[in-house]
């Protein structure tokens, strides 16, 4: 595709459920990368996938949230029994493989009721 | 882990000054320095970077500079425009995939 695509765009939910968020990165992006963003605040990093392996998953918050890749494309986001704080806008990046430049999507706006 | 620490949060500028975004790290082991523009409603848009083993790099209105000594790095915009108006961050890079960011700063140029 042209760019990073997100879905939904928006998503209000009530505290206890649970949530999915999906990225559909640029053709050919084999690197993948979730990070949240709350009001006013920078992008706190969640979690990057090379491929459908993710190295590094230190910044999941807690064990709520977890994430897959299948097919080496398309990601989800899960976030079970949604609280409050976990209203944000959750955004997703690619890249080429070997290349740090960071290509966004639009983010879902997450509110959490 | 990486710390990035971005300042200032806010600054207002008049159309035509210039504009500079100051931001230090912490993890000697970055060797990577993005910054990133973001406008209400979209994603963070790449605007420009520099790697470690650089002091400056120069694109147009935007430069770029590094200190590795100090740990430190700035984004200088000459001749602002009303469409630089957006919110910067800058990043470093302390592991493969591991882009940490700063908290942003909110870049305001009045007509």
């Known amino acids: 595709g042209a760019g990073v695509s997100q879905s939904p765009s928006n998503k209000v939910t009530e505290k206890g459920k649970d949530v999915e968020l999906r990225c559909d990165p640029i053709s050919g992006h084999t690197a993948l990368y979730w990070y949240r963003q709350s009001l006013g605040q920078g992008l706190e990093f969640l979690i990057y996938f090379q491929g459908n392996s993710a190295p590094d998953k230190s910044g999941l918050p807690s064990d709520r949230f977890s994430a897959e890749r299948t097919g080496g494309s398309v990601s989800t986001l899960t976030i079970q029994r949604t609280q409050q704080e976990d209203s944000a806008v959750y955004l997703c990046?690619?890249?080429?493989?070997?290349?740090?430049?960071?290509?966004f999507g639009s983010g879902t706006q997450l509110s959490v009721l | 882990g990486e710390n990035v620490e971005q300042h200032p949060s806010t600054l207002s500028v008049q159309e035509g000054d210039s504009a500079v975004i100051k931001c230090t790290y912490s993890?000697?082991?970055?060797?990577?320095f993005p910054w990133y523009k973001q406008e209400l409603g979209k994603g963070p848009q790449l605007i420009i970077d520099?790697?470690?083993?650089?002091g400056e790099k120069k694109d147009q209105r935007i430069a770029v500079t590094l200190n590795k000594t100090a740990k430190h790095f700035s984004l200088h915009i000459t001749e602002t425009q009303p469409e630089d108006s957006a919110v910067y961050f800058c990043a470093a890079l302390p592991a493969p995939g591991k882009l940490i960011f700063g908290q942003g700063t909110t870049l305001q140029v009045k007509p």
């Open positions: 520099i790697r470690s083993n650089v």
């Open positions: 993890d000697s082991a970055s060797n990577y």
């Open positions: 990046a690619s890249s080429l493989q070997q290349t740090p430049k960071l290509f």
